[in-house]
């Protein structure tokens, strides 16, 4: 599914003042590099604009206004379910959060095609947050959101680059089928009577066509990240991807990443209470720049 000309990157389709922008909630639509629209959403971060000063506790190296994370949800997700709104709560107190839906995804235009091209979606996001004055952006993802914050992290695009990375309950390697639920997910994704699941059941509009070619796969970036700080976090209780992953991760890292294994998580934002969201906002917010 990788279609386009490489390495170029669409800008957003507003232009706002940096300096006031910023400190407003908007939302607006973004464009990528191949024409998709992107449905992102910015919060300023109320703990740290309204007190000038990180939260009690906050380990950060810069000033808090220089800081966004963006969050990179995962599949069948959008920037308006809970559990997403959920999670950039929780970051809002350690930065600035930018949140998006992933094409064929909520309110974006397009379709789903599983990690590949929505490197361009991540992207454009990233971009939106350095064009509203934020000169350090962390990326943070969830299940197919964490393998492409890999990927795009491993790609150092010039003005839409990351400062730090996280990547939560995210594959080591593609077409994995060895628990039940990604026995089902890939069912979804490669039958069209899944694909009209996908799409009235779940609000998930999934591409038809296979990769081609097949994009690298999260180990095979995970090299390519350094010196960016890199964070994989999973849960011992994932059903979807067992310890393997996470470990071929940190292993690929070469001693570069750190690795959080959490006794009794499960898989991805449901499953990311806000204690570990918390500790997950303070990582980027003192590692990024």
């Given at each position: 599914?990788?279609?386009?000309?490489?390495?170029?990157?669409?800008?957003?389709?507003?232009?706002?003042?940096?300096?006031?922008?910023?400190?407003?909630?908007?939302?607006?639509?973004?464009?990528?590099?191949?024409?998709v629209?992107?449905?992102?959403?910015?919060?300023?971060?109320?703990?740290?604009?309204?007190?000038?000063?990180?939260p009690?506790?906050?380990?950060a190296?810069?000033?808090?206004?220089?800081?966004?994370?963006?969050?990179a949800?995962?599949?069948?997700?959008?920037?308006?379910?809970?559990h997403?709104?959920?999670?950039?709560?929780?970051?809002?107190r350690?930065?600035?959060?930018?949140?998006?839906?992933?094409?064929?995804?909520?309110?974006?235009?397009?379709?789903?095609?599983?990690?590949?091209r929505?490197?361009?979606?991540?992207?454009?996001?990233?971009?939106?947050?350095?064009?509203?004055?934020?000169?350090?952006?962390?990326?943070?993802?969830?299940?197919?959101?964490?393998?492409?914050?890999?990927?795009?992290?491993?790609?150092?695009?010039?003005?839409?680059?990351?400062?730090?990375?996280?990547?939560?309950?995210?594959?080591?390697?593609?077409?994995?089928?060895?628990?039940a639920?990604?026995?089902?997910?890939?069912?979804?994704?490669?039958?069209p009577?899944g694909?009209?699941v996908?799409?009235?059941?779940?609000?998930?509009?999934?591409?038809?066509r296979?990769?081609?070619?097949?994009?690298?796969?999260?180990?095979?970036?995970?090299?390519?990240?350094?010196?960016?700080?890199?964070?994989?976090v999973?849960?011992?209780?994932?059903?979807?991807?067992?310890?393997?992953?996470?470990?071929?991760?940190?292993?690929?890292?070469?001693?570069?990443?750190?690795l959080?294994?959490?006794?009794?998580?499960?898989?991805?934002?449901?499953?990311?209470?806000?204690?570990?969201?918390?500790?997950?906002?303070?990582?980027?917010?003192?590692?990024?720049g």
């Amino acid at each position: 599914m990788s279609t386009g000309p490489a390495g170029h990157m669409a800008r957003s389709t507003v232009r706002p003042n940096a300096e006031t922008a910023r400190r407003r909630p908007s939302r607006t639509f973004l464009r990528t590099v191949d024409g998709v629209t992107i449905d992102a959403a910015y919060d300023p971060g109320s703990a740290v604009y309204d007190t000038g000063r990180p939260p009690s506790g906050h380990p950060a190296s810069g000033h808090p206004k220089d800081l966004a994370i963006v969050v990179a949800h995962g599949f069948t997700g959008d920037l308006e379910r809970p559990h997403v709104r959920r999670v950039a709560g929780v970051l809002a107190r350690y930065a600035a959060v930018v949140t998006f839906s992933f094409r064929g995804h909520g309110a974006s235009g397009g379709r789903s095609t599983v990690g590949d091209r929505e490197v361009d979606d991540l992207a454009v996001a990233v971009r939106w947050a350095r064009e509203l004055g934020h000169s350090r952006v962390a990326t943070v993802g969830f299940s197919m959101g964490g393998s492409v914050v890999l990927r795009h992290a491993a790609q150092h695009r010039e003005g839409t680059h990351t400062d730090a990375v996280v990547a939560v309950s995210s594959p080591a390697r593609w077409f994995y089928r060895g628990t039940a639920p990604m026995r089902r997910l890939h069912w979804l994704v490669t039958r069209p009577e899944g694909r009209l699941v996908g799409r009235y059941g779940l609000r998930t509009r999934i591409h038809h066509r296979d990769w081609d070619p097949v994009p690298s796969s999260p180990v095979e970036s995970v090299p390519l990240i350094a010196p960016t700080p890199l964070l994989v976090v999973h849960g011992d209780r994932d059903a979807y991807f067992p310890l393997d992953h996470p470990r071929m991760l940190a292993d690929a890292a070469s001693g570069h990443a750190e690795l959080w294994l959490e006794r009794g998580m499960g898989h991805a934002e449901h499953a990311s209470d806000d204690e570990l969201v918390a500790r997950i906002g303070a990582w980027a917010a003192s590692r990024a720049g």
